[in-house]
């Protein structure tokens, strides 16, 4: 099974249309051509050939095929709409973090701010990163994530002093776990057996139309149905690549939080600060 999901994982998504329609097809002749040897025997023994039983057949795997089918699309779907949602929550977690970072002290607000800035920047290259720079994006984010546990140990004083050492430890625990989690994340995928079971039934659904279907135009629809089932599986096996597919969930909400990041630099959380005050201000009576 882990050797049959990576094979298919290692198709191009043109490559999986082309296997799935050419072994459709396949099917289909291989029951077209159990079809004339019936006919032939039937002619040599004077028999006439029934289908009512074969049609009822072909209607009932029809029926499973489709509830496959959907089956296979929710479960993708699901595994996308986690991805998607992990990205909203890690955009809102580091948020969170970086403007609870400004309660500290200098230097553990500048340190822990670039970092997160730094933290932001890679989170963003590692999800549309090609396969060969994965590992050393991976490598980079693993040490971002070391330098700011150690950031905000060092930070610990002041964070006590300030009273905010529960939050941001809680924040900053949040940021780590949502890595651990959208790493997971991209490594679930549609398990083998499904997509097996799902090849099946396809491979079974063409044989009997191959068999049932005599005329040319039967046929024909036949052919058509098979491409449109083609592509259906096609999304299903995209939907299930997250790193490789063309259908990625959005980094909209990190790359909006990049730039509120680069756009609010610690030092415009000290405006209202008594250093900003103008000296007429003050001198100012109370």
């Keep these: 099974m882990g050797q049959l999901s990576q094979w298919f994982a290692g198709l191009s998504l043109l490559g ?22 019936e006919i032939r025997r039937a002619e040599r023994r004077k028999e006439e050939l029934e289908h009512s ?9 029809l029926g499973l095929l489709a509830l496959l089918l959907a ?14 949602h992990l990205v909203i929550q890690e955009a809102n977690a580091i948020g969170t973090s970086y403007l609870r970072a400004q309660l500290l002290d200098e ?15 890679n989170r963003i290259a590692l999800a549309s990163a090609e396969p060969g720079q994965l590992n050393d994006l991976l490598a980079i984010n693993d040490r971002l994530l070391t330098d700011l546990w150690a950031a905000v140990s060092a930070s610990r004083d002041s964070a006590l002093a300030r009273g ?8 900053f625990n949040e940021v780590i776990d949502l890595d651990t989690e959208r790493k997971v994340a991209r490594l679930v995928r549609v398990p ?8 099946g039934f396809l491979m ?27 592509l259906y599986v096609s999304i299903i096996a995209d939907l299930s690549r997250p790193t490789s597919g063309n259908i990625l969930e959005s980094q909209e909400p990190m790359l909006m939080l990049r730039a509120s990041l680069k756009a609010q630099p610690p030092p415009a959380f000290d405006r209202f600060g008594i ?12």
């Design 53 to 61: 039983q074969e049609t009822y057949l072909v209607g009932s795997i």
């Design 71 to 84: 089956f296979s699309f929710s479960m993708a779907l699901d595994r996308y709409e986690e991805r998607r």
């Design 164 to 171: 905010i050492s529960t939050p941001l430890l809680m924040t």
């Design 16 to 37: 999986v249309i082309l296997v799935v329609l050419i072994s459709m097809l396949l099917a289909s002749l291989a029951g077209y051509a159990i079809r004339r040897w």
């Design 192 to 199: 083998a057996p499904i997509l097996l079971l799902l090849y």
């Design 107 to 121: 230097p553990h607000r500048s340190r822990l701010s670039q970092l997160l800035v730094r933290y932001t920047d």
């Design 204 to 230: 079974l659904t063409a044989l009997m139309l191959g068999y049932l279907l005599e005329d040319r135009r039967g046929r024909m629809e036949a052919a058509a149905l098979f491409v449109l089932l083609s």
């Design 275 to 286: 250093n900003q005050l103008s000296p007429a201000s003050a001198g100012a009576p109370r």
